[in-house]
């Protein structure tokens, strides 16, 4: 069996640590370390770990308050295990979350890193993320693929980049690290809600939404940069293009195909996506942005059939083949005028 370690920071988080601590002891799979790192914590935090009695529990005793991004980074050394998990202290996880993770991850032997839904404890809210690796890197130009306390991925994997949680990434050190590191492996979701995620006030999430904002963006325009994406394609812009929330208009259509010729062009681009996700992402927004215009001309079918069409076609997208015949018929009928 593949050995997991579990890593759960805690700093001053008495009134839930215990919940969460439980939660990991009461897997359905047992072969796992729990890492609890306490970040020097002033409470109870102590005394509640010091209530537990299980061999799996290694506690380690930070001399001062180091922060998140130096735990994390420090944990991936301590680790002993072949499967890295994420865990906070004020969430709970279901049962079979470290199973079902480690049933994902040996039979995708190609995917390092897999995620799960999560919903907001006390709700029914559910946090939603892409499964396929395909959709989780177009996600990336829109928000972080995975949701971070439902992490698990493979140790040796990671390390073998040299890549690490950046200090300059503070309070996004997740988006940053996950599209960095998905230039190395595939990646993966599992549909399954398998975690309970605590929100309220005190979060670092929430008390530095200002500073996260701006690491965030920082990072997105990284990420850009890094696919050969222009500057000057905005990144609103282009998350509206994926989600066919821009004005249809000709001048979009344009803007789009040039994006999308960029792309191509560039080889980091092919190496992050692929060619045939490139081009069938490109048929999809301006199959979108040529119906919602509600004109049927000969050029932008000429713009569809740049597109990897062909296997749109044996997909079944009927929607194409339409579009294709009013552009000819459209065309035939102004000859005609």
Known sequence: MKIVSVILPFYNAEKTLGLAIQSILDQTYTDFELLLYNDGSTDNSLAVVNGFSDARIRLINLPSNIGLIDILNQSLVDAKGDYWARMDADDVAFPDRLSKQVDFLNQHTDCGICGTQMRILGTDEIIHKPLNDAELRWWIFKSTPFSHP?????????????????????????????????????????????????????????????????????????FCASIGSPKWFQIDWINQTLTHSESATFKNIIKTNQWFDYLTQSASAQAFFSTSSIQAKRLDCLLSLCKRIQQYHPFYSILLLKSDIRSALKAGQMSII???VKSLIFWKTRQIE
């Open 150 to 222: 439902t992490v698990m991925l493979k140790r040796a994997a990671l390390l073998n980049t040299q890549l690490c949680f950046r200090k300059e990434a503070y309070v996004a050190e997740d988006y940053d690290m996950w599209w960095r590191f998905a230039y190395h492996t595939r990646l993966g979701n599992l549909p399954e809600v398998l975690l309970e995620y605590r929100i309220h006030p005190t979060q670092e999430s929430s008390s530095k939404q200002a500073i996260q904002a701006d690491h965030f963006k920082a990072s997105q325009a990284a």
């Open 322 to 324: 339409s579009f294709l």
